[in-house]
């Protein structure tokens, strides 16, 4: 009931699926930190009020239950978002509650970006910047991206990349998984 739709949903049937990944968690680096230091501040604070202070301690375990709670909630919001990329689109998923699709079509890409931090090549992360003809789109810039090379080169053969080679890699891989299918049915 609670549970946001899989991104797949949303393709047509005439769509292949190329790419489908989360962000990397190095995402939630900022937020894990921020969480652990409220907490200690909360714990410590807590124990060196006197006893009769009972009032401000309960507010503190409160305090800090709901940093846990805000915390849990930035995972499953990093857990349920979603990048796919077809060969006609770019799909990303958020939200937990309300979900929320955006998508740019492959065909309005005209120049790729990729940058790596010196953080994001010591923990395999990257940030791709997508541009279009003059316009900025919903997608523009992706940050945390896990293995941006790969997802670099495959965007670059997407957008770039011989129409008619794609075409013929599809369907002989499409064969190839119909044929691995019926084996191990048999």
């Not at 998923?93 to 890409?109: A, D, R, S, W």
Request: include cysteine.
């Amino acid at each position: 009931m609670f549970a946001p739709r899989d991104p797949d949903e949303y393709l047509l049937d005439t769509e292949r699926r190329v790419i489908r990944i989360r962000r990397h968690w190095a995402v939630l680096l900022w937020d894990t930190f921020e969480t652990a230091a409220l907490l200690a501040i909360c714990v410590l604070v807590s124990y060196l009020l006197p006893p009769a202070a009972w009032v401000v301690q309960n507010i503190l375990w409160y305090a800090a239950l709901l940093v846990i709670l805000r915390f849990a909630y930035v995972v499953m919001e990093w857990w349920v978002e979603r990048l796919v990329v077809t060969d006609k689109r770019f799909v990303m998923t958020t939200g937990v509650y309300t979900t929320k699709v955006l998508m740019m079509p492959i065909t309005k890409v005209t120049d790729l970006t990729y940058e790596r931090s010196a953080w994001g090549r010591m923990w395999g992360y990257g940030t791709m910047v997508v541009e279009s003809a003059g316009q900025i789109q919903a997608l523009n810039r992706i940050d945390y991206l896990p293995r941006p090379e790969e997802f670099y080169d495959t965007i670059s053969e997407l957008v770039f990349g011989d129409k008619q080679k794609q075409a013929e890699r599809f369907s002989m891989i499409k064969a190839q998984r119909a044929a691995r299918g019926k084996k191990k049915v048999g």
